[in-house]
């Protein structure tokens, strides 16, 4: 009999598929591509999944030891395995970014399948009556029995409740008990069935008069459905993009296919999943990061069976297996964070657009604010272009004005200008939003004796204070320390804040309005769960009129009595190194600005700036961000820089900056076919938790003869001197340049 070897993806930083013999006693039922398997890994037993089965004599084998070959323990034979056409996209993607496949595999399971011990797959245990005849059964009681017979008739009604949901509902466990003896209930597994669409899952009574706007987008998405294409929605804030989904959904949806939809990280909130609930009575199912492991393998297992009907999720929702998909929408598709930007480096965006692709199925991107990327595509129509340039209703947009504060007179960051426009908006009796993206009290300390500035000696940059824990903070690697008392240099006690973070905004706009209630918002007073939907609702409520935030506030939502959006500082991004600091810039600037009047109330922006007479500004105020768009558009194509030429950046840290350097030195005197090579050069942040960071990009106009390059680039690297005394990557279609 020959002997059969599985390749398989194991969960490890290599770019390699191991081989695996499969043991005569495992090979009763065919062994399936993307099963999951146990298999040792040195010392280890590591849970793999099955890239591919080869027979004894393949030349798969040939440079392989077959003594050396170790066997397969066991293979988990449920029902969910990764089916063919994910397993396909996984490979595709982990080729596209060349990172290990065992890596990307591992990312796309839940991580309950990732241990050797393997979750219980028992479905919710649910009570429904067995009574033939319900009527005949409720006689039976006798007249004190009546809760028993609410419970009975409760039960009937909902043929599948829970115990827990009774309980809640205040039965007790002894009259359960008293309904299962007499056979008039019983517990049974509830298997969820594939989601099928029936009309009144459409809650019609919701659903809008589309404009003329939106019906134009709608009906050429939905004209399409059964085949690819790609539709790019640009519209500003509030002109009904969700409304434009919701529709093109509910086609899909009658199909009973599945819809995918991505959402930022940040984005995904209560109100988000209200709105496709009170559209659609199906069955929707979230997966981000807020959920713990059990709720998403329910998500990963209700997707796998076709049941989800509607899933909503951040980045990695992309490698939900999806048996029936039929439209993946990607809002905020400019979001960075659909980019990881650790281990495996994709972008949620390119990658969805690619599985549409696959499938044969539409997307569609949505965003006031467009990545030039998309943009550009659209605009030599490889995608759908289709804009919304109005509000529904009579609600206009709000105006942008910039505020002079060159040499100007300050109190603790704000200009006497923005000062009286908050205290007439809040005479007004409606809200102001504070923009401001640095957290913490102040960025820097310093002694007032000496200018000795407190840095964090492994990055060599200043700890931000944050005051109300006493604490210094290095907001780049994290290390944290007590506030001394003394400076550390000359021990004099006269040490000072420098500058200011959100933690002293708030401090200072409450005591000059100490009549309304200031709230901050950002990573550092949104901590605990469910602390952020909490704040979101209060300020609904009007329980707070002046809102202090990070970027964490400029997205997804809506605050309809916001009248004055306030940005205290948009300097830094007007002279950055990083040639995508522009773009961000003007798209934080015009989705913070999208906070303000959405409801008739018109809303007005004010933009604290030393250079208001700065090109980058000026056009992005008085021309708006289209406008914008399509100089810096002009721009980068001058340049070749994306998207008009593709990079990928390798990234190399090591203790001592001349084993990086050095690396990457003799990298970049690689001679490769149509490729630019810049560098090495020091990170921007150089030095970051005691590692010294250097860059090399490979940059070409031709994304084959990159992908060439990169792969070249695999080959040579680890013959280097010096490639095992640093740690390096490389990542593909690279947006962070500061580390
Ligand atoms: P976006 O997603 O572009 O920010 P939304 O879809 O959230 O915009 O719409 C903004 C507001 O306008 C919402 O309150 C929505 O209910 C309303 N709206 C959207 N489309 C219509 C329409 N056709 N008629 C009336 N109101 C609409
Ligand atoms: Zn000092
Ligand atoms: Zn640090």
């Known amino acids: 009999m020959t002997q059969r070897f599985l390749q398989v993806a194991i969960p490890v930083p290599l770019r390699q598929i191991f081989t695996y013999r499969l043991p005569d006693s495992l090979t009763n039922q065919s062994v399936i591509i993307g099963e999951r398997v146990l298999v040792p890994f040195g010392h280890r037993q590591v849970v793999g999944v099955v890239l591919g089965v080869v027979e004894e004599n393949d030349t798969a084998l040939c440079n392989l030891d077959e003594n050396k070959i170790k066997d397969v323990i066991s293979r988990l034979q449920d029902q969910y395995h990764f089916d063919a056409s994910l397993m396909t996209f996984l490979r595709t993607c982990a080729q596209y970014y060349h990172h290990p496949i065992g890596e990307v595999i591992q990312l796309a399971l839940p991580v309950l399948f990732r241990q050797i011990e393997q979750p219980d797959l028992s479905f919710e245990k ?4 067995t009574a033939v005849d319900h009527e005949e059964a409720l006689k039976q009681f006798s007249k004190s029995a009546h809760k028993q017979k609410a ?3 409760l039960i009937h009604h909902h043929q599948g409740i829970s115990w827990s949901e009774l309980r809640t509902l205040g039965y007790a466990k002894t009259q359960l008990n008293a309904l299962e003896k007499k056979s008039l209930i019983e517990e049974q597994e509830l298997i969820p069935a594939p989601f099928i669409w029936h009309d009144d899952h459409l809650q019609a009574s919701n659903k809008l008069q589309l404009s003329v706007e939106q019906a134009v987008v709608v009906s050429a998405m939905t004209s ?19 409304e434009v989904y919701l529709q093109v959904m509910e086609q899909v949806l009658a199909n009973s296919q599945q819809v995918l ?3 930022p990280e940040i984005g995904l909130t209560p109100q988000t999943l209200a709105r496709f609930e009170d559209r659609f009575n199906v069955p929707i199912f979230l997966h981000h990061s807020g959920l713990n492991d059990k709720e998403r393998l329910d998500t990963w297992r209700a997707a796998h069976r076709g049941h989800a009907a509607i899933i909503i999720g951040t980045r990695s929702a992309i490698f939900t297996p999806t048996p029936k998909l039929g439209l993946i929408i990607v809002d905020e598709e400019h979001d960075s964070s659909l980019k990881q930007q650790d281990s495996f480096r994709y972008h949620g965006r390119d990658i969805a657009i690619l599985r549409a692709r696959q499938l044969n199925i539409p997307i569609v991107l949505g965003s006031a604010t467009p990545s030039f990327e998309s943009l550009q595509n659209a605009l030599s129509e490889k995608y759908h272009f289709h804009q919304l340039t109005k509000r529904p209703g009579n609600s206009r947009p709000a105006t942008l004005k910039l505020i002079n504060v060159y040499q100007q007179q300050m109190e603790h960051g704000i200009s006497g200008t923005v000062k009286k426009a908050i205290e007439q908006t809040l005479a007004k009796d409606e809200q102001v939003l504070v923009f401001l993206n640095r957290r913490g009290f102040a960025p820097a300390i310093n002694c007032k004796e000496c200018h000795h500035v407190v840095e964090c000696l492994r990055c060599n940059k200043p700890y931000t204070f944050h005051q109300n824990n006493q604490l210094l903070v290095c907001h780049h690697c994290g290390s944290q320390k007590r506030m001394m008392k003394q400076c550390g240099q000359c021990g004099s006690i006269r040490l000072q804040a420098i500058g200011q973070g959100t933690e002293q905004i708030e401090q200072h706009l409450n005591e000059w309005f100490p009549k309304y209630s200031a709230v901050r918002i950002d990573r550092d007073s949104t901590r605990r769960k469910g602390a952020l ?4 609702q209060e300020i609904h409520d009007k329980q707070h009129h002046l ?5 964490m506030l400029a997205k997804g939502h809506h605050f309809p009595d916001v009248t004055l959006v306030v940005i205290l500082d948009v300097d830094g991004a007007l002279f950055s190194f990083d040639f995508r600091a522009a773009e961000q810039m003007a798209q934080l600037l015009v989705q913070v600005s999208g906070r303000a009047g959405r409801a008739s109330k018109p809303g007005q922006v004010l933009i604290q700036t030393q250079y208001p007479d700065h090109p980058l500004l000026q056009d992005l105020v008085n021309n708006g961000y289209p406008h914008f768009a399509q100089q810096a558009l002009d721009e ?3 340049a070749k820089l994306p998207p008009f030429g593709y990079q990928a950046l390798i990234r190399a840290e090591a203790n001592y900056p001349s084993y990086p350097s050095g690396f990457l030195r003799e990298l970049s ?3 490769l076919l149509n490729c630019e090579l810049a560098g090495p050069i020091p990170a921007a942040m150089e030095k970051k938790a005691g590692k010294y960071r250097y860059h090399l990009i490979v940059q070409s106009v031709s994304r084959k003869h990159l992908h060439q390059a990169i792969l070249h680039i695999l080959t040579i690297a680890p013959q280097i001197e010096t490639a095992k005394k640093v740690r390096w990557t490389i990542d593909v279609d690279p947006i962070d340049f500061s580390w």
């Open 126 to 129: 649910l009570w429904v009556s």
């Open 151 to 153: 419970l009975l008739a």
């Open 224 to 242: 399409n459905l059964d085949k690819f294409s790609c539709h790019l929605v640009d519209g500003i804030t509030g002109s009904g993009k969700t």
């Open 261 to 263: 939809v991505m959402v």
């Open 533 to 536: 939907a909490k704040v979101i």
């Open 547 to 551: 809102l202090i935030g990070t970027q």
């Open 636 to 638: 980068r194509k001058y």
């Open 669 to 671: 005197q690689l001679d």
